[in-house]
């Protein structure tokens, strides 16, 4: 959830059936105590709170939405059973909608580059308070909620619009860089796997979740720009192609994505061959290029895990029975530097909860189905069917916080130096909550919600078991097989729909 939203759902539905949403709470400024006292250099004093117009509650039958959600994901495995083993290549299939002249993405990326570079530049110089300030909402809200959103629907669009292949080509131009840029000088370890990604999104879950201050400005620009240091000498000592297939972790990230979108064929290329000079933009349904995948290496199968954990956490962290279960008194929220400890240990605990119940429902459903193949290709074969989980309760989790900070971000970006302009004509916009304090639309938005996580484990049902009869020797060996990762996914069903509906309390 965002830091400095100025409307979110902050008391949400319980399960015995009520949502307030709404609570006021201004911003604070909280000292760094305790343990952490001798760190103040590193953490900020400086705390962010949740905060909004008013509240008021609506009662839901919460506890009908859990029972019935999960139940719908049961049903979906039941008639998934019943489709017949051709239907995997049928459904697989996607259709050329047309062709177009192969883009150039250097031409995109310098001007990704560009814009990047001017708000980081905002971040140092501008306003100093996160709203106003275009850096946190620009890459907060505009890109690591709503480029999710548009991948989602548009496919690989990163591969376009990333600054790396831009920055690739300016250091090409640098004096004694240039012949690394032409040569690497090591060649990408095959050992490495896609590791080094792992690790970058283990670094960004934590300064996003644990970090006392992600939102500050200077500290975002500085963390920014040691990210593009990593990805710069990534690129140089190992490729450029190597390091963004591997190392960098959003072109993973996004491009994992991109294979729950109904549209895919873009290439991204600056050489296109000859023989085939233009893409073609294909269409089928969405998460079909899942069943094409094959088995993803193990580093892989980590990446995904992690990224549900991260989403995941960020919704448990906020609620009651999380503080609860830490010591907190929700009514006398100490800041995030009181908890850093505490909610690093539960983002790890979280990541191995999730990665432990899948390996042990994989496990089982190998040894239900008496099957003695490998237990790696399994886990590679079978986690891209949580990726759509992880997308789905991305959706959900951000999507009222969202609704608030893309106007802020708009305001931002309007004057993004603080100098008077109004380049986007929302510079005296004022940012509303209204949605979320009116009953009819915040019925629709918790609707809306609920909609997302079930039909993003239907997904994942129809996934696993289209992808089991892919492998399986035989139909029943398949839905033997798929047993034990179906009540899996039915648990996460009512453990998601029940973190969007729980109090929370920060």
Known sequence: MSEHSAGLLANRTSVTGSLACGLIRPRLRLPVTGVLGPLAAVFPREAAAHASEGGFVMLLPTDIYIGSGALVVALTFVFSALVPRIAADRLSRQITLFRLPRINPLVTSIISLALLSLIILAGFI????????????????????????ATLLLGNIWAYLNPWEGLHWLMGGVPGVDRWVRNPPLPYPAALGQWPAVVLLACFGWFELIYPAPYDPERLAITVLVYIGITAGGMLFFGKSAWLAHGETFSVYFRMLSWLAPLSGFRAKISAPPTNPRDEVRVGLPGAQLLGLGAIPISGTVFILLALSIVSFDGLSDTIWWLALIGVNPLEFPGRSAVVLANTLGLAASFFVIG???VLAVILGLKLAGDEGSLRRSLGRFVVAILPIALGYHVAHYLPAFLIDIQWAMVALSDPFAMGWDLLGFRDHFVTGWMLNNFYAVRVIWNVQAGVVVLAHVVGV??????????????RTAIVRQLPMTVLMVAYTAFGLWLLSTPTGV
């Open 126 to 149: 501008a306003s100093p308070r996160p709203t106003l300030n275009p850096l946190p909402n620009t890459i907060w809200t505009v890109w690591w909620v709503g480029f999710v959103f």
């Open 462 to 475: 129809i996934a696993t078991h289209l992808i089991e009869l892919q492998v399986s020797h035989s139909p």
């Open 356 to 358: 432990g119940a899948y």
